[in-house]
């Protein structure tokens, strides 16, 4: 069976500053992906970055990256620059080739002015 | 382009009563789930349809959850009858690929908030 775990339920950071958001998994399958989502304080929620397990490159959309540490099984979220906008709850989610979905329980992220 | 829509965006009933969401997909989206999200925690899959098929429904409690999904496209969840730990937040979703449709991005809906009572 396949596991997401986010060990941080909150985090805060200061706006314009950097924060990293943890994520660890397990799975079976060599082949699968791994996602960030965004849901804002009821709004839906959205795609931020994803990563296919073969490329061994780190994924990167505008100020958010991931470290992708394959053999670790951790999927961190890093956010420079942050801004008020950012402050949601963050779900990382990862995705087996044959469909099923598992997302994290969530971190919600607070950005202060 | 639209997004996924949802009805009703909210829905207040007593136990023991039935209730029933529908979600209208992304146009063309050959993929679509169900998620429950109880408060504090993360989406879990309910039911995922490849086309009108049913792809995975491991987690539904098929004892009062069903759901259909009538020729490829709007999809309806029930719950009957509805207990008070079915208090929590529906989320449809859809997804492009017909294959391996888990690994696409998933695409939202607002969600379904049930109060059981």
């Known amino acids: 069976a396949q596991t997401v775990t986010q060990s941080q339920p909150e985090m805060s950071v200061q706006e314009a500053e950097t924060v990293t958001l943890s994520c660890t998994y397990d799975?079976?399958?060599?082949?699968?992906?791994l996602f960030w989502y965004k849901q804002p304080p009821s709004r839906q929620m959205i795609l931020v970055i994803r990563?296919?397990?073969?490329?061994?490159q780190n994924a990167t959309e505008n100020r958010f990256s991931v470290n992708f540490q394959k053999a670790a099984k951790s999927f961190s979220l890093k956010i420079s620059d942050s801004q008020l906008g950012d402050a949601a709850m963050y779900f990382c989610?990862?995705?087996?080739?044959?469909?099923?979905?598992?997302f994290g329980d969530g971190t919600t992220l607070t950005v202060k002015p | 382009e639209a997004g996924v829509a949802q009805s009703p965006r909210y829905k207040i009933i007593e136990k023991r009563q039935s209730v029933a969401f529908w979600c209208n997909p992304i146009?063309?989206?050959?993929?679509l789930y169900w998620y429950q999200q109880i408060l504090g925690q993360g989406p879990k899959l309910l039911i995922q349809?490849?086309?009108?098929?049913?792809?995975?429904d491991s987690q539904l409690p098929k004892d009062r959850f069903s759901a259909e999904r009538l020729k490829g496209v709007d999809s309806t969840l029930k719950i009957q009858p509805a207990k008070l730990e079915d208090s929590a937040v529906y989320l449809c979703?859809?997804?492009?690929?017909?294959?391996?449709?888990?690994?696409?991005?998933?695409?939202f809906g607002p969600g379904t908030r049930l109060t059981v009572l």
């Open positions: 979703a859809s997804s492009l690929s017909p294959a391996g449709g888990g690994t696409d991005t998933q695409y």
């Open positions: 990563q296919e397990a073969y490329k061994q």
């Open positions: 799975t079976s399958e060599s082949d699968y992906y």
């Open positions: 146009s063309g989206h050959a993929t």
């Open positions: 989610a990862l995705a087996e080739n044959a469909g099923k979905s598992t």
């Open positions: 349809f490849q086309n009108n098929g049913v792809v995975d």
